[in-house]
């Protein structure tokens, strides 16, 4: 039987048209890994377009640069918009140093060197004082700066020359940050072997190598840090190894003031346990967990910021105890040193910004730290108000408007991206109103600063904005017009003004209630009232005008239009209780005193509290919910249910039974959740 040697022609078509599918496939496959990285790197620059501060994306776009051979110019470009935001985000720094130094870019690095850590332009035989006032001061940029050094100046090729140069970085580093890390072990044992690989010619030599470990160990185990109690074991063996008739000596010399260190240390230890300091060292080791997140980030958590805040304020008033015992102006220095680590990791907290800057003495300092804060912080009141008023102290007007205008342009642009995006309403609400607020400031201090001209002038650019802004301009114009001209013609007009805007805004109509009280313009107090009720759809706030206006009727009014106010009222709120009716018509100062002192059993302490601060000192961060609605309604009751009118014996019943029950008791199940939220029972009562 023979074969032919012939190519069925199905089976070679089939091929044919096989390999032209999979070469089709790889040109398709070509095609979409060229869009691809391009509309990667579209991705991350929208998204650093829509939040500049957002570093993670940042070092994500470095990093696919990276990944595609792209030019130095594009990732240095990235890194210096970084810089330019956060200049003393160290860790920044350190990253770009170590991608510079594995090109082997030294005259780069030792600029970048500069830049971060000196003014002066030779960092290798700067001295101490010429690095004093670093900008940055971080452990993991100086062991950089010292991987520089010992690259540039080679010990084999360079001799005691190069050593003595290695020695001095050793040195620098020593007392610029080394002497006030906690964290610092890395350095003192990269230190120690450094001497310790020295290979003396002459017992002269021997001798200094000698000298220069004790001193080093003299000076390192003083200090409270990680690893202590290991060197000193390393140090004890050391003494005995060089000699053993001098080492009981020394070590007798050191030990008082080690055993100080070893419990400052285990201190220090047990007051930041749950402290959280990583930052990354390299490109790759970046990720969300390790890279601060900017406010708008969606892995921004609030209440982690505030923990690791609190245990950082705890560090920094620790410090302030001095236990080591140190001068005032290495105090001082300890004390700048920490602060600047805090702002590595909370570099988006407006409060220890301003904390660090009240540290500072010297005006010019604080200055700039605050304009470096506000680079992190564009959106900052805190931060803004405080530099404005730095600005003021030095009659520097120009400064100061710029330092206001620059805020409210970033709350404004970040207003249009949330309306834009379709955020909640709340959110959109608190930027409107955090912008209303630092205008308001802004009105007030260019009245202190230029008179009533300027600040008419602000007023004049809210107008323009109208649905960016809340009520809460209208109202500060007014009272500002006011108690500047003692004249109520212009502070109406702007109210009246504003209710073109806001007459659906209960909270508007109550404080343009107030004003007109103020002044005693009874017709234009009703006037307001009867074209307000009808136009307020929230219940909660339309009750609060019925209250202030039964109030005003009871004081200085008479008492049919009272009761035909109250009949109204009740028409409208039927299951109101006629008793806290009747008590609060009584108010005087805000305050129910038929309750407070005749019927105890009815009167809520906190209803009464809105115009103090009397929040619970030793909890910094509790929550404040300060709205004006919620503060004229918290009474509503702890003792009261709904049972109609609320005047029937269950209610009677409810308020003996109050009495009873501790009110540590009731606060506590006030906070539980309801037990509709267990589907399965954890403590059966019945066993």
Not at 30 to 55: G, V
Not at 61 to 66: D, P
Not at 358 to 384: G, V
Not at 674 to 681: A, E, G, M
Request: glycine share 2%; net charge neutral.
């Amino acid at each position: 039987m023979s074969t032919s040697l012939t190519p069925d022609p199905t089976i070679q078509e089939q091929e044919q048209g096989q390999g032209q599918q999979e070469q089709q496939e790889q040109q398709q496959a070509d095609a979409q890994q060229t869009r691809h990285p391009n509309e990667k790197e579209r991705q991350l620059l929208d998204k650093l377009s829509n939040d500049p501060l957002d570093i993670l994306t940042s070092l994500e776009l470095i990093q696919y640069y990276e990944s595609t051979d792209a030019s130095l110019d594009k990732i240095r470009g990235v890194f210096q918009t970084l810089h330019e935001t956060f200049p003393l985000l160290s860790f920044l720094w350190t990253i770009q140093l170590k991608m510079e130094l594995a090109r082997d870019e030294f005259a780069t690095v030792e600029s970048f060197l500069s830049m971060c850590l000196s003014s002066s332009s030779n960092l290798t035989g700067s001295s101490p004082t010429e690095l004093a006032s670093a900008p940055n001061n971080d452990l993991s940029l100086w062991l950089t700066y010292l991987d520089y050094v010992r690259r540039k100046n080679n010990i084999i090729t360079g001799g005691q020359e190069a050593r003595s140069i290695v020695i001095k970085a050793f040195e620098l580093v020593l007392e610029k940050c080394a002497n006030w890390e906690p964290q610092s072990s890395q350095f003192w044992l990269d230190y120690l072997l450094f001497l310790e690989n020295w290979k003396p010619f002459n017992k002269w030599e021997e001798q200094q190598k000698i000298d220069m470990l004790r001193k080093l160990y003299k000076r390192m185990l003083v200090v409270p840090f990680d690893q202590l109690e290991k060197m000193w074991n390393k140090y004890t063996q050391w003494e005995q190894d060089v000699n053993s008739l001098t080492a009981r000596k020394f070590i007798a010399e050191l030990s008082p003031n080690y055993m100080k260190a070893r419990s400052v240390f285990q201190e220090w230890s047990n007051l930041t346990r749950n402290l959280k300091r990583i930052t990354p060292i390299s490109l790759h080791t970046v990720n969300k967990n390790n890279v601060p997140s900017s406010p708008s980030s969606s892995t921004s958590s609030f209440s982690t910021d505030i923990e690791q805040l609190d245990i950082w304020l705890k560090w920094i008033e620790w410090e302030k105890q001095n236990k080591l015992e140190l001068s005032e102006e290495l105090l001082m220095d300890r004390l700048n040193y920490v602060y600047k680590q805090a702002i590595q990791y909370l570099i988006f907290n407006p409060e220890i910004w301003y904390r660090y800057s009240m540290f500072l003495k010297d005006p010019i300092q604080r200055e700039y730290i605050l304009n470096l804060s506000l680079r992190a912080n564009p959106t900052s009141a805190t931060l803004t108000f405080k530099l404005s008023e730095c600005f003021e102290s030095n009659n520097q007007i120009d400064e100061t408007k710029k330092c206001f205008e620059g805020c409210v342009d970033h709350l404004l642009k970040k207003t249009h991206q949330l309306v834009q995006s379709q955020e909640s309403e709340q959110t959109i609400n608190d930027s409107k109103r955090k912008l209303t607020f630092v205008y308001c400031i802004y009105m007030n201090t260019m009245k202190r600063l230029s008179g009533l001209s300027a600040a008419r002038s602000v007023f004049s650019k809210c107008r323009k904005l109208k649905k960016n802004l809340t009520h809460d301009i209208y109202i500060e114009n007014a009272y500002m017009e006011f108690q500047n001209q003692n004249d109520y013609k212009t502070p109406c007009k702007v109210l009246e003004l504003g209710l073109k805007y806001f007459q659906n805004d209960g909270i508007y109509i109550l404080k343009y209630l107030d004003f007109l009280i103020l002044l005693n313009k009874d017709s234009q107090i009703k006037t307001l009232f009867e074209i307000s009720i009808d136009k307020i759809e929230d219940l909660n706030q339309l009750k609060l005008i019925f209250k202030k206006i039964l109030n005003y009727e009871s004081k200085f009014g008479n008492l049919n239009n009272l009761y035909q106010l109250e009949k109204r009222f009740l028409e409208k709120f039927p299951n109101e209780n006629l008793i806290d009716i009747f008590t609060d018509r009584y108010q005087i100062q805000n305050e129910n005193l038929i309750k407070k002192l005749e019927l105890r059993y009815l009167y809520d302490d906190t209803k009464n509290l809105k115009h103090y601060d009397t929040g619970n000192q030793t909890n910094r961060y509790k929550r404040k919910f300060d709205t004006y609605i919620s503060d004229e309604n918290n009474h509503k009751n702890n003792i009261q249910i709904e049972d109609g009118g609320g005047n029937g014996p269950q209610n009677k019943q409810m308020r003996l039974n109050s009495q009873l029950i501790p009110q540590e008791v009731v606060d506590l199940l006030s906070i539980l959740p309801k037990r509709q939220y267990f589907k399965n029972v954890l403590l059966d009562s019945k066993n």
